[in-house]
């Protein structure tokens, strides 16, 4: 064979390797931010219970984000599904990281998970929760007017 012939496969090859791989990246990167649920299990004096429902709109490769918006400030969460990878200063929004058994979901598969919120202060109602998710590695963040739904309650 040919020496520049096969440099030209070789760099041919490698070209159409990173072009795959600028697709992947620039697709996973433009996800759209999808809504979750919560629905309250429990409610104690000290914290609450909620279940976090979130339905795939496009399947999920490498991992994923979630932001959990409170409309009252949280003593701490447990989340035994994801990793807690951050929290804002008003302790209002806790930001999850998947874990490494469910960072691939695929399109229409439902993500569902515990949580248990301490309350800042003891006896006060749950309030209101915002879900939302996005795959990738971007914590996804409100619009400027956000759309919060109540807890909903299964009893």
Known sequence: MDIELFIRKENMYWACVLIFVSIL?????DNPT?????????????????????KMQYSV?????????????????????????NTSADKETYALMHMYFNNRLAKEEKLEMAVVA??????????????????GNVIPTLPTLPLVSNIESSE
Not at 25 to 29: D, L, N, R, V
Not at 34 to 53: C, M, N, Q, S, V
Not at 62 to 84: C, E, H, N, T, Y
Request: aromatic share 10%; with cysteine.
């Open 61 to 85: 490769p490498d991992g994923w984000r979630m932001a959990l918006i409170f409309s009252q400030p949280i003593k701490k969460v447990d989340v035994w599904r994801a990793k807690v990878v």
């Open 118 to 135: 301490f309350k800042a202060k003891k006896g006060t109602k749950p309030g209101n929760v915002t879900v939302l998710f996005k795959g």
């Open 25 to 29: 990246k620039c697709s996973t990167a």
């Open 34 to 54: 999808i809504r979750g649920t919560a629905e309250l299990e429990h409610d104690w004096a000290e914290a609450f219970k909620l279940i976090i429902k979130v």
